[in-house]
């Protein structure tokens, strides 16, 4: 795509207030490929990926998000140009939501107006989705120890707001029996779970796009599908199409607009055996996915800028492709596909050179690839990030 490099936006600070992972990595190589340059607020005490990116402007290391945010108040809050402020995790949405009324004069950020802590909310933004025409799994909001009174095993659990951190996803589990749910609760950290149907899935289907004016405007340039997945796992390896389903960008454009939220956003579904859609959640940030988008010509950390300021969106720069292209987390992938064994190492560096874009090997970027790799030959243990249920991720 190009940039229009006499717009405002390049004169105002981009601040990414974000932690150490491929998401985030994602925005600044975006930012950086549209000729900004970012100060980053980096959460993470021993930083090995985003502080190596040749796009960083300035870095500030914080041991926690809420040290990183008193800084950018005190440090960032009367600049001449309103700063915009990017992130990558709930956590960060939700802290910067809760500060709305402050910040709404003195930065441009993704936000709800101050009421998305309720859509970060499992139950709630089912609920929502619902009453917006999508179909959603079974489910039922219970206290950690209670069992569902009409569902069918295999369930799967969630905890209840996904906005507490990074060990949200540690608390899912898919229990096939009472007594697999029961041993379940065992280990499960919150006290409020959602008990929800399994849907056995013949894939899944990732939307990520950016909203105007509380959803008053939307735009929704590709939808992911992957190639390779397990019951308990997302999948690393993917193919993006076009989103030409009128119908499906009404009700998207419904949900948004309900939860009030202006920003980048994904949301998510699964495709069940019978071919139907199935809601499942909608991350009010920029996803981990994101950098795929700019790949393939709508670079979304610019393009929310951009038409923030603008007041709509605007696709005069814009030149998508009706072919699909594909993409890899690396490292995941690897993971799920090497050392799960589903395949040899050979067949894996095919798909992974064949890839049309890598969210951790850059050329024009090749510093955070690289230090990964040695840290990990140097510790063995060739892992990143897992995907299992009852395990830590982060997309």
Excluded at 75 to 82: A, I, L, V
Excluded at 142 to 166: C, F, H, M, Q, R
Excluded at 224 to 240: H, I, L, V
Excluded at 263 to 285: A, M, P
Aim: charged residues 25%; hydrophobic residues 35%.
């Amino acid at each position: 795509m190009k940039y229009n490099k006499n717009h405002e936006l390049y004169k105002h600070l981009h601040i990414c207030l974000v932690e150490d992972h491929y998401n985030p990595l994602g925005i600044i190589r975006s930012l950086g490929e549209a000729g900004i340059s970012p100060i980053v607020l980096l959460c993470t005490k021993h930083p090995q990926l985003v502080n190596f990116s040749k796009y960083v402007k300035k870095i500030y290391k914080f041991n926690s998000i809420k040290n990183a945010f008193k800084y950018l108040v005190e440090k960032y809050s009367n600049e001449p140009y309103k700063p915009f402020i990017y992130n990558g995790s709930d956590e960060t949405t939700l802290i910067l939501d809760k500060h709305y009324n402050y910040l709404k004069d003195k930065f441009y950020f993704c936000n709800g107006k101050g009421f998305i802590e309720k859509y970060l909310q499992k139950y709630d933004i089912t609920l929502l989705a619902k009453e917006c025409g999508f179909r959603i799994p079974k489910e039922e909001f219970k206290k950690k120890g209670e069992l569902p009174n009409d569902l069918e095993y295999p369930v799967i659990t969630k905890a209840s707001t996904s906005s507490k951190g990074g060990d949200w996803k540690a608390d899912s589990f898919i229990c096939n029996s009472k007594s697999e749910l029961i041993e379940a609760y065992k280990k499960i950290k919150s006290k409020n779970v959602l008990v929800q149907e399994f849907i056995k899935k013949k894939n899944e289907y990732c939307i990520d796009g950016i909203s105007i004016n509380g959803g008053e405007e939307i735009y929704l340039p590709y939808a992911a599908q992957y190639f390779r997945f397990s019951d308990k796992s997302y999948g690393a390896y993917m193919y993006f199409e076009r989103v030409k389903n009128n119908k499906l960008i009404n009700k998207i454009q419904n949900i948004i607009k309900g939860s009030k939220y202006s920003g980048i956003f994904c949301i998510e579904f699964l495709i069940g055996n019978d071919n139907k859609l199935y809601f499942l959640e909608v991350n009010f940030r920029n996803s981990g996915w994101s950098y795929a988008f700019t790949y393939g010509g709508f670079n979304l950390p610019y393009m929310w800028a951009k038409s923030t300021i603008d007041g709509h969106i605007t696709m005069d720069d814009i030149i998508l492709t009706d072919k699909h292209f594909t993409a890899m987390s690396e490292f995941e992938d690897y993971n799920l596909v090497v050392n799960e064994q589903q395949q040899g190492f050979r067949k894996w560096f095919k798909d992974f050179i064949r890839a049309d874009c890598k969210f951790f090997y850059n050329k024009k970027d090749p510093l955070p690839f690289w230090n990964v790799v040695i840290k990990k030959v140097i510790s063995k243990p060739f892992r990143v990030v897992t995907h299992k249920f009852g395990k830590n991720y982060k997309k």
